[in-house]
């Protein structure tokens, strides 16, 4: 039973501090590294004499540095607020204003000129790693400290940030080392793919660093060069792929991602989005051997709620695989719209309870108070997902509630996407609807746009109009948010309530 991340940090430090526990295509670092590292960064902070608890962002990408600084913050006593140094301008903009941040450490180059926040650069953060300082933890992060703060998607087109504390996670990692759906190796070799700002993150590094293994991170830029990626990926020692299913679909258009040329790779986690029966399949046939986990759970009850390990017996006969039996300390229950617990086998609100649920989002009680509640004396959040419980107590799962959508494993507001479409100066008014394939999985996304008067005269192809919205929008917009195609209309049709009909274009473009 883990009971304190940072004790146990430094346990392996003392007992195998010259074991890897972070390699970047081939550069190691080892726990004595990141003990010294974080104690000197450690040292430092108190010496900035930040004000008490805190929050400070991180910005950055997979480097070592990275995992260092998180390290160095639970250690002196401040949560981290990770951001993705791909995040677009504005959304980083948002960060800070909702956040608040007492200090910056940009490990990636920093893309905002900040006066009125302190910063850390690259090269001023190895230079204090270089200082070698003794640290002693008199405040380290505690309890319901807030551990992290991971800033997720916004109706209002406002990031939320939410505040994850060192019970949330102690609740999580301790399910995950001890769960047998997971059956997590000792020292796990572990795939580090997912960027720190998504919390499918904390499945990799949290059971690593609890059990003294080591994580095999795959920078970024790996990702967009296949070929690169492939090599790389069929020369790690991986023994745990922990990605969104997409990244495994991806690694599959490789015909040498297979139980032969990786013998080690033995279990495969999935979260973020919804493992189809088959990618499921397609994997098991790759590596018949492997143990294929689906998780399930919003990142306001830390990262999982429920995991299940795939049988054959699934994947002949499910349409929809199972998303998981639910952790034993986080009662999870479906309710109906009355907010009562319904019976095995109907439909309703997946909610979650218990010491995994988040404190709610960070200078945000507007927002807090719609999604947490109290349900049968314990802290509850309301997943706005469809599902059913079996009598096996297994949690089947039955889409979203709303216009939220997970695509390629990040969470997107449609709301957010149309309200960005519309800062564009060629813009009038659009929407962003999802394509869903046979497998109920987004495919794609896509605009309805209505240009503004004169547009159009301006371009002599639509395909030019789009090359320009999209430029237009680089900076306002994350690449993943950006629909795929655009389709251009002389009006949107309207609900009897005046708002453009989105349920009908759904239905449009789905019925196709």
């Given at each position: 039973?883990?009971?304190?991340?940072?004790?146990?940090?430094?346990?392996?430090?003392q007992i195998?501090?010259?074991?890897?526990?972070?390699?970047?295509?081939?550069?190691?670092?080892?726990?004595?590294?990141?003990?010294?590292?974080?104690?000197?960064?450690?040292?430092?902070?108190?010496?900035?004499?930040?004000?008490?608890?805190?929050?400070?962002?991180?910005?950055?990408?997979?480097?070592?540095?990275?995992?260092?600084?998180?390290?160095?913050?639970?250690?002196?006593?401040?949560a981290?607020?990770?951001?993705?140094?791909?995040?677009?301008?504005?959304?980083?903009?948002?960060?800070?204003?909702?956040?608040?941040?007492?200090?910056?450490?940009?490990?990636?180059?920093?893309?905002?000129?900040?006066?009125?926040i302190?910063?850390?650069?690259?090269?001023?953060?190895?230079?204090?790693?270089?200082?070698?300082?003794e640290?002693?933890?008199?405040?380290?992060?505690?309890?319901?400290?807030?551990?992290?703060?991971?800033?997720?998607?916004?109706?209002?087109?406002?990031?939320?940030?939410v505040?994850?504390?060192?019970?949330?996670?102690?609740?999580?990692?301790?399910?995950?080392?001890?769960?047998?759906?997971?059956?997590?190796?000792?020292?796990?070799?572990?795939?580090?793919?997912?960027?720190?700002?998504?919390?499918?993150?904390?499945?990799?590094?949290?059971?690593?660093?609890?059990?003294?293994?080591?994580?095999?991170?795959?920078?970024?830029?790996?990702?967009?060069?296949?070929?690169?990626?492939?090599?790389?990926?069929?020369?790690l020692?991986?023994?745990?792929?922990?990605?969104?299913?997409?990244?495994?679909?991806?690694?599959?258009?490789?015909?040498?991602?297979?139980?032969?040329?990786?013998?080690?790779?033995?279990?495969?986690?999935?979260?973020?989005?919804?493992?189809?029966?088959?990618?499921?399949?397609?994997?098991?046939?790759?590596?018949?051997?492997?143990?294929?986990?689906?998780?399930?759970?919003?990142?306001?009850?830390?990262?999982?709620?429920?995991?299940?390990?795939?049988?054959?017996?699934?994947?002949?006969?499910c349409?929809?695989l199972?998303?998981?039996?639910?952790?034993?300390?986080?009662?999870?229950?479906?309710?109906?719209?009355?907010?009562?617990?319904?019976?095995?086998?109907?439909?309703?609100?997946?909610?979650?309870?218990?010491?995994?649920?988040?404190?709610?989002?960070?200078?945000?009680?507007?927002?807090?108070?719609?999604?947490?509640?109290?349900?049968?004396?314990?802290?509850?959040?309301?997943?706005?997902?469809?599902?059913?419980?079996?009598?096996?107590?297994?949690?089947?799962?039955?889409?979203?509630?709303?216009?939220?959508?997970?695509?390629?494993?990040?969470?997107?507001?449609?709301?957010?996407?149309?309200?960005?479409?519309?800062?564009?100066?060629?813009?009038?008014?659009?929407?962003?609807?999802?394509?869903?394939?046979?497998?109920?999985?987004?495919?794609?996304?896509?605009?309805?746009?209505?240009?503004?008067?004169?547009?159009?005269?301006?371009?002599?192809?639509?395909?030019?109009?789009?090359k320009?919205?999209?430029?237009?929008?680089?900076?306002?917009?994350?690449?993943?948010?950006?629909?795929?195609?655009?389709?251009?209309?002389?009006?949107?049709?309207?609900?009897?309530?005046?708002?453009?009909?989105?349920?009908?274009?759904m239905?449009?473009?789905?019925?196709?």
């Open positions: 039973m883990l009971h304190d991340m940072i004790e146990k940090i430094e346990h392996f430090a195998q501090g010259d074991f890897p526990v972070y390699n970047v295509l081939g550069e190691v670092h080892t726990y004595r590294d990141l003990k010294e590292n974080s104690d000197s960064l450690a040292a430092y902070i108190d010496f900035l004499k930040l004000e008490e608890k805190s929050p400070v962002l991180v910005f950055g990408g997979q480097e070592y540095d990275m995992l260092a600084t998180f390290v160095a913050l639970t250690k002196s006593g401040h981290y607020i990770p951001v993705d140094q791909h995040s677009a301008l504005e959304r980083i903009e948002a960060i800070l204003e909702v956040a608040e941040p007492s200090l910056i450490i940009a490990v990636g180059d920093f893309p905002l000129e900040i006066t009125n302190p910063m850390i650069t690259l090269d001023q953060l190895q230079t204090i790693f270089a200082q070698k300082s640290y002693q933890l008199t405040h380290p992060v505690k309890g319901d400290d807030n551990y992290y703060i991971i800033f997720t998607s916004g109706t209002t087109g406002k990031p939320k940030g505040q994850i504390s060192h019970d949330n996670l102690l609740s999580f990692t301790n399910w995950m080392i001890s769960d047998k759906e997971f059956s997590v190796p000792e020292r796990p070799q572990m795939l580090a793919q997912p960027p720190y700002s998504f919390d499918l993150s904390v499945m990799y590094w949290a059971p690593t660093l609890a059990l003294g293994g080591t994580l095999f991170a795959l920078p970024k830029e790996l990702t967009t060069d296949f070929k690169r990626l492939f090599t790389t990926i069929n020369e020692p991986i023994e745990v792929w922990t990605s969104t299913p997409s990244f495994a679909d991806m690694a599959m258009l490789s015909t040498d991602f297979n139980q032969e040329t990786l013998p080690h790779l033995t279990h495969f986690y999935f979260d973020g989005e919804e493992l189809t029966v088959k990618t499921a399949q397609k994997l098991r046939s790759r590596f018949p051997k492997a143990r294929i986990v689906n998780a399930y759970g919003p990142t306001e009850a830390t990262v999982a709620l429920s995991a299940v390990a795939i049988t054959d017996e699934m994947l002949k006969t349409k929809r199972p998303i998981g039996y639910t952790k034993e300390d986080s009662p999870t229950f479906v309710i109906d719209e009355n907010g009562k617990a319904l019976p095995n086998g109907e439909q309703g609100e997946i909610i979650v309870s218990g010491p995994a649920v988040s404190k709610g989002y960070l200078n945000n009680p507007e927002r807090t108070q719609a999604a947490f509640f109290e349900f049968e004396g314990l802290p509850a959040y309301h997943t706005g997902d469809l599902g059913v419980m079996t009598d096996e107590g297994l949690l089947l799962y039955g889409g979203r509630m709303d216009f939220q959508i997970k695509f390629n494993g990040y969470r997107i507001e449609l709301e957010e996407v149309s309200q960005n479409l519309n800062k564009s100066e060629y813009i009038k008014s659009a929407v962003a609807v999802p394509r869903y394939n046979k497998d109920h999985k987004v495919q794609n996304l896509l605009a309805y746009v209505v240009l503004k008067e004169g547009v159009s005269e301006q371009f002599e192809r639509q395909l030019d109009i789009t320009a919205i999209k430029e237009d929008l680089k900076d306002i917009m994350m690449d993943y948010m950006m629909p795929s195609k655009f389709l251009y209309r002389e009006s949107l049709p309207l609900t009897p309530n005046g708002k453009i009909d989105i349920k009908g274009l239905n449009e473009v789905n019925s196709r």
